[in-house]
Every structure is written in structure tokens, then in C-alpha cells.
């Protein structure tokens, strides 16, 4: 059962909505499809090579920071620092820890059908954006193994899969790609090398959410490893915990609310670190990434949230822990210290609970 503390709530925020994210990857696609479609015309001048306004940004920058993750964390390259952080020989599923020395070939012991090599780890991007993150690891980091981004918004889905079609967003392109890979013409079957599935998935209102109970309804999921091996959240906390919906236990759901009668009302975004628990294997890592939370709230909202496991549930219990943290700079003001983002790295463990 969750923790019944937790850090004051956030204001809510047009951020919190789905509608503000389908407008948003509406509009992107509508601005992709206008740039990439020879047939279509529009009455907006190209952009200039040196105009990057903040008004512009929206339309102009589609290959680069147009997905919200991305722009939200740009001035601290939260991305590139993640994937420096997955990638160290410190974290136990590196590809240097998972991929044999003999292994020279990007492709070499992977399969290219399924997308991913055997016993490479599997990854989860929650609110995958435009899905750069995942591009980035695969041809970046070097990651072999299945990965897959949801997202509540279909257009979201539809922007991650037509960037990896066509292949012309930044993190598709590997450091010894050529400048001109990308070039118009050559995009046909450049998804094969990348293998990443994007999916429409709510993670809070999908009736399949509860893992450990369904097993088989959604063909993505590795019910038979008990959850992926790696979860990332690259400001998805933050979009839910400006969302005003509140959900409310005591209707059968919640055996002590019911058994007193009363009616608890929960904002949305309680429910969400004891979700995601769900969704990675045990031994397992979850990586979120906030602008929104301090590094210890953070840490308070997704090590509060603990639940029972084990033989007829009894005796055992599963949480998440703190494993390790991303540094980025930090600032001094008003005589306190602190950083504009926070990265932290957590580990589904199972043990014995401590009696009271």
C-alpha cells in the first residue's frame, strides 16, 4: 500500500493534459509532413540557417528539440548526461557489461527481425515523446536489446514512428554515421538498424497496468522476465503531477476505505511510482528525470510507494531504492544549494520486511 506522506502537490498546469500534448504532436506532424512533402506548400518562408527563436522553436527545430522531454531539459543536455549514465561501466546493463569484447559488429548477436539481441536488456520509455531518447541509446549507447516507448497520445505515437521511418532526427545518427546519411532518398529501410516500437499506452488508466495479475494482454510487455530491465521517465512524472485529476479509493479498490466507508480522492499522480514499480523486473532499474521535483522529493515520492510480494503475499517486500544519481551543475542562491535537474537511478529489490 502506498505511503500516506508525500511532498506537496504541484499546481496543477495545462501540461497535465492530454489535450495540450495531442494539440501539440498534432501540430508537429502537420509542420513534419509540410517539411518533408515536396507536394505541399505553404505560405510560412523557410527558416532562415541562424533562426532559432524561442517562437520558432516549436516549428523549426522538429529534428533537434522539438519533443517537450527533450526542450524541457536541453540547458542541462539531461539526455546526453542519461545516456553517459547508462552507458558507464559502473551500471551493471551497460552494453561494456552486457556485450561480449568479441562483439566488433554493431549488428553482431542481434537479431534483426525481433529487434533486439538475445539477453541484452530490455528498455521501456514512459511518455517516449517523439522517441529520441530511445534512438539516442540504440545508436548512441549501443544498446541491443527490445525497446519500446508508450505514450497516452496516438500522436505522439504516429511523430516516434515517422521520425524513425524517415530518420531524420539527430539521435538516429550514430557517431560514425557519414553527414549525409540521412540524405532524401535514402530513408527507405532505415528503421531496420534501429528496431524500436512505439506503442499508445496509458499508464495510469490502461486496465492492464496491474502486471503481475494480467499476463499476455498487451504483446509488448515481458510478462515471462516479470518486466523490463531498465523503465525510463524523462519528465513524465512532471507532466502527471501537473495533471488535476483525482482518482477515488474506497469503491472496492481499497479494502481499508471500504471496510471503514469512507471515500479517499487521490490526485493521479500518487498513483504513478507504484505503477511504474510494476513495469520493471525485480533487480531491475527505473531512471526518472525531473525539473519539477528536488532530487529528495523525488526520492520520496518513488521509495514511499512499497507493495507485497511473494508466496500468498506474505513476507516479502518489493520497493524501490535509491541506486545511484546523475550529476549535473549546481547553483547557490539565497544561501542554498541546489541544481535546475535532477536524475535518479532506482533498483526494484525484494527482501524481508522489518517488524514493527
Not at 22 to 32: G, N, P, S
Request: aromatic residues 8%; negative net charge; proline residues 4%.
Amino acid at each position: 500500500m502506498a505511503d500516506e506522506s508525500h511532498p506537496a502537490h504541484l499546481s496543477p498546469s495545462e501540461l497535465g493534459t492530454k489535450d495540450y500534448w495531442e494539440t501539440f504532436y498534432a501540430r508537429t506532424l502537420t509542420h513534419l509532413s509540410t517539411k518533408h512533402n515536396p507536394s505541399t506548400t505553404t505560405t510560412k518562408p523557410p527558416p532562415k540557417d541562424d533562426e532559432n527563436s524561442d517562437a520558432d522553436s516549436d516549428d523549426d527545430d522538429i529534428d533537434d528539440d522539438s519533443d517537450p522531454g527533450t526542450s524541457w531539459f536541453s540547458e542541462h543536455n539531461a539526455p546526453d548526461k542519461v545516456l553517459q549514465f547508462l552507458t558507464d561501466e559502473e551500471f551493471p546493463l551497460a552494453p561494456v557489461n552486457t556485450i561480449p569484447a568479441s562483439s566488433s559488429s554493431p549488428s553482431s548477436g542481434e537479431d534483426k527481425e525481433g529487434g533486439g539481441g538475445s539477453g541484452q536488456p530490455s528498455i521501456l520509455d514512459l511518455g517516449t515523446g517523439n522517441g529520441s531518447m530511445l534512438a539516442l541509446l540504440r545508436k548512441r549507447g549501443g544498446f541491443r536489446g527490445e525497446m519500446v516507448g508508450v505514450d497516452y497520445s496516438i500522436r505522439s505515437v504516429e511523430l516516434a514512428r515517422e521520425l524513425q521511418r524517415l530518420r531524420i532526427h539527430s539521435a538516429y545518427l550514430s557517431d560514425s554515421d557519414d553527414s549525409d546519411s540521412d540524405a532524401e532518398g535514402e530513408d527507405e529501410g532505415k528503421d531496420k538498424d534501429t528496431n524500436i516500437r512505439f506503442e499508445e499506452w496509458d499508464i495510469l488508466h490502461h486496465g492492464e497496468n496491474n502486471t503481475e495479475n494480467e499476463k499476455g494482454t498487451l504483446d509488448w510487455f515481458p510478462y515471462d522476465k516479470g518486466g523490463f530491465d531498465i523503465v525510463l521517465d524523462k519528465g513524465t512524472f512532471d507532466a502527471v503531477s501537473l495533471s488535476d485529476e483525482v482518482v477515488v479509493e474506497g469503491d472496492g479498490d481499497d479494502t481499508a476505505a471500504s471496510a471503514s466507508g469512507r471515500k479517499i480522492q487521490r490526485r493521479v499522480c500518487e498513483r504513478y511510482p507504484g505503477i511504474v514499480r510494476g513495469l520493471v523486473r525485480k533487480g531491475g532499474f527505473v531512471v526518472v528525470t525531473s525539473c519539477n521535483w528536488t532530487e529528495e522529493e523525488l526520492v520520496h515520492w518513488f521509495t514511499s510507494s512499497t507493495g507485497t510480494t511473494g508466496s500468498g503475499g506474505e513476507g516479502q517486500e518489493d520497493r524501490l531504492v535509491v541506486w545511484g544519481r546523475v550529476e549535473y551543475p549546481r547553483f547557490r542562491f539565497g544561501g542554498r544549494e541546489g541544481q535546475g535537474v535532477c536524475t535518479v537511478c532506482f533498483q526494484r529489490v525484494e527482501g524481508k520486511k522489518e517488524e514493527a
